[in-house]
């Protein structure tokens, strides 16, 4: 089996007006939708970050990519994820997921070997899953993933999309936003995106969740690295109980000493809190420091900038070896990456936590997946028998991306740029801004 045909894609999906610390997502996020077809008809697909950057890297592989065995293309890629470096200049403390150059090139490698597994578990008639080892578990469980939200569904003109959650800055509509993601998906934890209000109503938004949903539901709070260790403390020792039992504390403070440094003050104080990251552990080189300092208990992947889902497995091993705890990051998705996302995690043991979704933020007009949007059953997604990633792609769909993308003015992600456009002119990210 060879590579004839490699199609890059470049789309645009209409986003929620989130908030992070980052600052405002845009009416669109860009994705980018990859095809391998081989010599007999068959097409692998895979989706990654959006953009000029990520579709070039892509198409210059071009070269490479065609005439390759999809058994063996990754394997002669390799390098590519070598000598990238870690530490602050990798982390994606400073610069929003998918916009660093340091990690672009694994990004590259992750989508192509996406885009392989299918090919090859379409070709062979066996779930990307099996390809992986074999599953542990017939489906993977997911998290409410709750954002403060100015009003507005996404997209612009006559795209905007209907707002199903309305305007979300304050702990009661915090609450709202909750109990309507919950009764649709059914998920069975909850994660706070915070780091946006001050973190005396961020913390009085959790504990009213927590009055709400109860003990057994596990909350979780990620501000970004927004702020001080002082203040990160100052939170965890108020939500001691609201981050028991399966919760968690994400990237409170910036770098891995001040995570160390509030992680050693929770203890001294009797809380055995522990500390996730998506931001300061991002790369295998990451990891040593990180444990040296006991400064990250929970590592969040995510296969598009780890380099794939064999490397998660490999993540996951070393996470086990070490007593850490394993949940996936996430970011603005379509369906083929959460079904990525799902076959990774099926083929993981050492997944510890519900993994982070964005797929509720996403409408079923952006969705490229033929036959419709991904179920989400019981906070759960279910791993298909049929081959591959266990989806096909819906062309017409596909079409509408690409005109979005060729209409809408946005090239790469830029949150800052959204808030001093409709928030504060004079807005700029400042870590710590408390």
């Known amino acids: 089996m060879k590579i ?15 908030r992070s610390s980052y600052g405002l997502h845009a009416p669109y996020a860009l994705r980018t939708i990859l095809e391998l077809e081989s010599d007999d008809g068959i097409v692998g697909i895979a ?67 996406a885009a392989c597994l299918d090919l090859i578990g379409k070709s ?28 507005g569904g996404g997209g612009e003109g006559d795209d905007a999309r209907d707002d199903e959650y309305g305007e979300v800055l304050t702990p009661e509509a915090m609450v709202r936003e909750v109990k309507q993601m919950i009764a649709r998906y059914g998920f069975g934890s909850i994660k706070l995106k915070g780091g946006v209000l001050d973190p005396d109503i961020e913390i ?11 003990p057994d539901v596990p909350l979780r709070i990620d501000p970004n690295s927004a702020w001080t260790v002082d203040t990160s403390v100052r939170v965890g020792k108020a939500l001691a109980a ?6 968690y504390l994400e990237d409170p403070t910036a770098g891995l000493e001040n995570m160390s440094a509030v992680r050693k003050q929770l203890l001294a104080a009797g809380l055995d809190i522990p500390l996730a990251s998506n931001v300061a552990v991002t790369s295998f080189a990451d990891l040593p420091r990180a444990i040296a ?23 996951a091993r070393l996470c086990k070896t070490f007593d850490l ?33 964005h797929y509720p933020w996403q409408s079923s007009e952006d969705e490229v997946v033929a036959g419709g949007r991904i179920p989400i059953v019981g906070g759960y997604v279910r ?10 792609l819906d062309y017409d769909q596909l079409a509408r991306g690409r005109e979005r993308y060729a209409k809408c003015p946005y090239r790469r992600r830029d949150d800052e740029a959204e808030m001093r456009k409709h928030v504060d002119p004079n807005w700029k990210r400042i870590l710590p801004r408390w």
């Open 4 to 18: 004839t045909d490699m199609r890059v894609h470049s789309i645009a999906i209409a986003d929620p007006p989130l």
């Open 47 to 113: 989706e990654t970050y959006g953009g000029e950057r990520p579709a070039r890297a892509l198409l210059d592989l071009r070269p490479r990519v065609l005439g390759a065995d999809p058994y063996r293309l990754t394997g002669l890629l390799l390098p590519l994820m070598d000598g990238e470096g870690c530490g602050p200049a990798r982390s994606q403390t400073h610069l929003v997921p998918g916009e660093n150059p340091l990690d672009a090139a694994t990004r590259t490698y992750a989508a192509i070997e």
């Open 124 to 151: 062979a008639g066996r779930p990307v899953c099996d390809l992986l080892g074999g599953r542990v578990r017939e489906a993977v469980p997911f998290s409410a993933y709750a954002f403060y939200k100015h009003a």
């Open 204 to 214: 009085e938004t959790m504990r009213q969740l927590r009055a709400e949903f109860g």
């Open 242 to 247: 609201e981050l028991s039992s399966g919760g």
């Open 293 to 315: 300092l006991d400064a990250v208990q929970i590592v969040l992947s995510d296969h598009h900038y780890w380099g794939g889902m064999r490397q998660v497995q490999h993540l």
């Open 325 to 357: 705890g394993l949940s996936m990051h996430s970011n603005s998705h379509l369906g083929v990456s959460l079904m990525a996302m799902a076959h990774g995690a099926a083929a993981t043991p050492h997944l510890t936590y519900a993994c982070d979704t």
């Open 383 to 392: 791993i298909p028998e049929r081959p591959g990633l266990g989806v096909e």
